[in-house]
């Protein structure tokens, strides 16, 4: 009996496949040919093939997530902090050629209008990570005492998804370079206290 794959291969797998083709193109027997097995073998670890695509992209935004995390564990001053998420979270995705693919072919995955189920504990995470690093400003005395923690780390997430869809969703590579800055500056100078 053949020893059971690890799934992270399985889900690096798949994003690659649905990366390349897009969903409909895709059939499990493109995923399970890559990762030389059958498709009934496949079947051993997802359902079908829309439970294989959500749990690959669920799987390719905790592994940007983790990324994140890791880029601003060892930052002590909360206001560099926000920025080294924001800037790390924009340079992932530019080194990420499948999830970056996977974004700009489905708008379900981070628009703000279509807030799917499907995803909302890696939002919920992302959101949360963002609420720890303002509260710890507010600490820290970098960011406003009055500040709506919950409220902002809302806004804050929103506008990412926002300046992701318009980068990578639309097509407009400029816009990180032409606008990055100017967003950072807009957001800290509406946090920081005077």
């Known amino acids: 009996m053949k020893r059971k794959l690890d799934e992270n291969i399985i889900y690096e797998a798949a994003l690659k496949n ?11 027997d493109d995923i399970a040919s890559e990762l030389e097995m059958t498709k009934g073998n496949l079947y051993r670890y997802s359902n ?3 439970s294989l ?3 690959c992209i ?3 935004l905790y592994q940007w997530l983790e990324h994140v995390r890791a880029a601003v564990a060892d ?19 530019k080194g990420n050629s ?16 279509i807030q799917s189920d499907i995803y909302i504990d890696v939002y919920e995470d992302s959101r949360i990570m963002i609420a720890e690093i303002i509260s710890g400003g507010v600490e820290e005395g970098v960011f406003r005492e009055e500040l709506k923690v919950e409220e902002i780390s809302e806004i804050i997430y929103t506008i990412y998804q926002v300046f992701l869809m318009m980068a990578y969703r639309q097509g407009k590579s400029r ?20």
């Open 75 to 93: 930052v002590a001053d909360h206001e560099q902090k926000l920025i080294t998420m924001c800037e790390t979270a924009l340079v992932y995705l």
């Open 18 to 28: 649905f990366a390349r083709y897009g969903y409909r193109k895709t059939s499990l």
């Open 58 to 60: 669920r799987y390719a």
């Open 98 to 113: 499948p999830l970056m693919e996977m974004l700009s072919k489905d708008d379900k995955i981070m628009s703000p209008m």
């Open 48 to 50: 079908n093939k829309q």
């Open 53 to 55: 695509y959500q749990e």
């Open 175 to 194: 816009y990180v370079s032409d606008f990055y800055a100017s967003t950072i500056q807009l957001l800290l100078n509406g946090i920081k206290t005077k």
